[in-house]
């Protein structure tokens, strides 16, 4: 009996110490911070307040914005944090103020250097119908503020956050690793300038799962140094597609690498999937891509390569693009073109694009089959290809 006793004090005093010295967790209210929320308020000094503590706690912490809509200036979340991981819990909607306000800053919301980051569901509203109106009446604007920048993250996790009518691009993801997003929704103006849907480069081991992006640019926009990127089960439209590039546009720049695209579907489109780069002399390169089981919907460009980008037409007429691509493959690649050309493979005449592949390609034109075009370009076939290869 003695025994036993002696054996239930020890576990007793074992669990005791451990609940003792394990930090509980730590939830913040951004209420508790002085936040309004009916939308006419700066809330950014609460919010603000509310990310201090977290950040400074010594254990996992979450941020809590209740449902409302809370007018925030430009703000950003600086780390590195004492908290191992922090979760922001977004009922509620972010309201960003008006273009005069924030239209020369590049970001609205910007995170950097924090580890463990999660962001959960919630609404960004950038707000930027009216910057987008000044712009295409070409009257004098700034440039814009992207909504939501990640820099310098590790183990960063967004999921089902939504993002509406952000003045430039809406996630930006820049010097990153081990980035997931699931569930990302993004609205904007077919019409809206310069609307990329999610921006990622200079980042290592990014997934982009079930996204729904809706926009007046590329849907997803993939820049130098990107290496391992997954993107899996997303819907694209409308919008330019999803795009590697333009890169090249320096002459020394990283190269993208390990890019798989599939499951993915685009409707209406002025591209499906792209790469772009400046014809210009660079270092930068892309390999080691797939784009496969897509399914095109009256898109005007469905898989197309162009090494001819020169949009102001200085520093690049007459010259050759740089950027060596190779080893990409369009696989299960499915639907409807909007153009006769439904393949438009563009390459540099000093740089040729090398390894390409197409494999189980239909793509019609009109109820017609469509057309197929290649100009420096090399690669091989497999399985069914239509329209015919011209590699």
């Not at 706690?57 to 979450?62: E, F, K, Q, V, W």
């Not at 020169?310 to 520093?315: A, E, G, S, V, Y």
Request: with cysteine; hydrophobic share 40%.
């Amino acid at each position: 009996m003695a025994s036993k006793l002696t054996i239930l004090l020890f576990f007793f005093f074992f669990f005791f110490t451990i609940a003792l010295f394990t930090p509980t967790k730590a939830a913040f209210n951004v209420f508790d911070f002085g936040a309004k929320p009916g939308g006419q308020t700066d809330s950014a000094k609460a919010f603000l307040a509310a990310w201090a503590a977290a950040c400074a706690s010594p254990a996992p912490a979450t941020i809590v914005v209740p449902k409302g809509r809370y007018l925030l200036n430009k703000v950003a979340f600086n780390g590195p944090c004492k908290s191992p991981s922090i979760k922001i819990q977004l009922q509620g909607t972010l309201v960003a103020p008006s273009y005069s306000v924030i239209g020369t800053a590049d970001q609205w919301i910007h995170f950097y250097r924090i580890d463990n980051l999660s962001v959960f569901g919630g609404t960004l509203d950038g707000q930027g119908s009216k910057l987008w109106a000044c712009k295409l009446a070409g009257r004098s604007c700034p440039d814009g503020a992207a909504t939501l920048v990640f820099s310098g993250m590790n183990n960063l996790l967004i999921n089902g956050l939504t993002s509406l009518n952000s003045e430039l691009a809406h996630i930006v993801i820049n010097g990153c690793n081990g980035v997931t997003m699931q569930g990302i929704m993004v609205i904007a103006a077919e019409n809206s300038p310069n609307t990329d849907g999610l921006h990622v480069q200079m980042s290592t081991a990014v997934t982009i799962t079930k996204a729904t992006l809706k926009t007046g640019d590329d849907c997803i926009s993939i820049g130098p140094g990107m290496n391992g990127l997954w993107i899996e089960d997303v819907f694209c439209g409308p919008g330019h597609g999803i795009s590697i590039g333009s890169l090249g546009k320096d002459m020394q720049e990283p190269g993208v690498q390990n890019v798989t695209v599939t499951g993915a579907t685009f409707s209406g489109t002025q591209n499906g999937v792209r790469i772009k780069t400046w014809g210009r002399p660079s270092l930068g390169f892309v390999k080691g891509v797939r784009f496969e089981h897509i399914v095109m919907q009256n898109v005007q460009n469905p898989i197309v390569i162009t090494q001819n980008y020169c949009p102001t037409q200085k520093n690049c007429p007459g010259q050759n693009s740089g950027v060596k691509i190779s080893d990409v493959t369009y696989n299960d690649v499915q639907g409807t073109s909007a153009t006769p050309v439904a393949v438009n493979f563009d390459c540099s005449p000093s740089n040729p694009c090398r390894g390409i592949k197409l494999q189980n390609i239909k793509l019609t034109y009109d109820n017609k089959q469509a057309q197929s075009s290649c100009t420096h370009a090399a690669g091989t076939t497999a399985g069914f290809v239509v329209p015919e290869s011209c590699l």
